[in-house]
């Protein structure tokens, strides 16, 4: 089951039966709106355009969705012996900036251990990322930015890749 379908559904249960909810009724409208944008933030494939003016709460979500990986833990099979593999928890970053000035989210890739662990294919991620990212439509409330993604290397000078995303009123 999607997690933002099940989310959506018990935020939806707790406002009543399937009767009261067809009533529409305008102190329940802000609960469903939240429940609709968290029901559709993680089905980016169907969706084609998403205005912040129109759906703010799914384009944040949808938005926070691709961020999220600062600091989360990514579970990851480390082969101990022939015959044992243990879990163990890597961070593939350990935060992300936002430059006001310019509109930029940075996020640097840099934990070379956790990458090597997780198997990270900086060009899959951006093509991932890229392809959910432009559903997002930007307005004046919500100003154009960008993402801009960086995979660090473990060579002396440090040496890095750059993808940047737009994030665009259309």
């Given at each position: ?113 956790a990458k090597k662990l997780a198997k990270f294919d900086f060009k899959r991620l951006c093509g991932d990322k890229a392809s959910v990212l432009k559903v997002l439509d930007c307005t004046e ?30």
């Open positions: 089951m999607d997690h933002g379908v099940v989310g959506a559904v018990n935020l939806l249960r707790t406002l009543g039966p399937p009767e009261k909810l067809r009533k529409n009724l305008p102190e329940d409208r802000p609960l469903m709106e939240a429940a609709r944008a968290i029901s559709v933030h993680n089905s980016k494939d169907y969706l084609k355009n998403v205005p912040f003016e129109d759906f703010p709460l799914a384009f944040l979500l949808i938005l926070a969705d691709e961020l999220q990986e600062w600091s989360r833990p990514v579970p990851v099979p480390v082969k101990d012996t022939y015959f044992t593999t243990t879990l163990e928890k890597v961070a593939l970053l350990d935060a992300i900036f936002y430059a006001r000035s310019n509109g930029l989210w940075d996020i640097p890739y840099a934990n070379i251990q409330q919500f100003p154009e930015s960008d993402v801009q993604l960086r995979n660090i290397k473990a060579e002396k000078p440090r040496k890095e890749e750059t993808f940047t995303i737009q994030i665009k009123t259309r």
